[in-house]
């Protein structure tokens, strides 16, 4: 018995003595209670709209401070004629925008009903139809207020517009995220489990001696993935196109350049990874937990990121999965050109830098 004692002892010291057995045993799952716990939810809050007051009357006025005074909408724009309404959206700035009539308060009162036209962006649809409702639950509550002194009753009568996914089809929004985490899963996870199982059987060790650079190296590694992954977004997004009817408004030139530098951007992250891992099975579980996961949920796929608490934004910008989402939407359903979508570009050409510069600086020390 005091020999099973003192080996279960030593099993316990080697756990604890093991920081990345005991991440994976105590800080996965507070990570991940804390991630579904604050990012998963069907409530929108904090949603960027804009405002375009034909009437700008005293009555339009009280109804926007309303909806302002709400924490479900920030008004982020006041735009002043219809032609600008595709420019915010195709922009990404806001993601609906409500429109007072005119003769607004005239009719109120002449006819004891006005209309506020709610346009949404739909290309992510339950959100589109979340904002729909949340609106119409706003006004009608105003309208409540409105009518205790006021007989017959007043009416204020909604229209949805829904921008470029009229049918509010899931579809346009899923094709979009599941090229996303399957280009992110399989470049990044595939590109960390070959070179650390290279450097489980020693063989990294005779390639990082070898008249290679550790640049050649990498990129010797990385090329045949950059390879199979075009393959697999080029299959994608031909079965969103044919099966599915997923449209490609955009240019394919522009949709192939941020695919690729996409995909170079997850073969870069997979390749740091790999200098982190010491096995094929510590790189397979930080692939899936440490990417699966935050793609999934801080990247805007499912969940609106204007929902989350401040933090979870604020991390979710170092997701790369959350701006090629942007990109890839603002391309297949919004026809965008490089002047809507450079910032997002730019963001993931720097990560892709600063990912192979870790790297490469890693392998240095190793030949060293």
Do not use: C
């Not at 350049?257 to 996409?262: N, Q, R």
């Amino acid at each position: 018995m005091k020999r099973f004692i003192g080996f279960v002892t030593k099993e316990f010291y080697h756990i604890f003595r093991d920081k990345r057995t005991m991440f994976i045993l105590f800080g996965m799952p507070i990570a991940q209670i804390m991630l579904f716990g604050f990012a998963i939810t069907n409530e929108i809050n904090n949603v960027n709209i804009a405002i375009l007051d034909k009437a700008k009357d005293n009555e339009t006025q009280k109804i926007i401070n309303k909806i302002s005074a709400s924490n479900y909408f920030k008004i982020n724009d006041a735009i002043t004629n219809e032609n600008q309404i595709e420019s915010v959206f195709k922009k990404g700035k806001v993601k609906a925008v409500l429109v007072f009539e005119t003769d607004f308060i005239k009719n109120l009162q002449t006819h004891k009903q006005a209309k506020v036209q709610v346009i949404t962006d739909a290309t992510d649809p339950n959100m589109a139809n979340t904002i729909a409702n949340y609106v119409n639950a706003i006004l009608q509550n105003y309208t409540q207020e409105m009518n205790k002194n006021n007989k017959p009753s007043h009416q204020i009568q909604t229209q949805t517009q829904l921008y470029y996914n009229p049918e509010l089809k899931s579809v346009f929004n899923f094709v979009p995220g599941v090229m996303t985490i399957i280009l992110m899963l399989v470049s990044a996870m595939m590109t960390s489990i070959s070179i650390t199982r290279e450097k489980e059987l020693g063989t990294m060790e005779v390639l990082l001696v070898s008249p290679l650079n550790p640049f050649q190296v990498i990129i010797g590694k990385v090329f045949p993935y950059v390879f199979l992954s075009i393959i697999n977004a080029t299959i994608i997004l031909l079965l969103g196109f044919f099966v599915f009817k997923m449209p490609i408004e955009g240019n394919l030139f522009l949709l192939a350049f941020e695919s690729i530098l996409f995909i170079i951007t997850a073969l870069s992250l997979g390749i740091l990874i790999s200098t982190i891992a010491n096995s094929q099975q510590t790189a397979m579980m930080m692939s899936l937990m440490g990417l699966m996961l935050p793609v999934i949920i801080l990247s805007g796929f499912i969940f609106p990121i204007s929902s989350m608490p401040m933090p979870l934004q604020i991390i979710s910008n170092i997701i790369p999965a959350k701006w090629f989402i942007i990109i890839i939407k603002a391309i297949l359903l919004k026809g965008a050109t490089v002047s809507v979508i450079w910032k997002e570009t730019l963001i993931l050409i720097g990560m892709t830098a600063f990912f192979l510069a870790v790297s490469v600086k890693k392998y240095k020390i190793r030949l060293e």
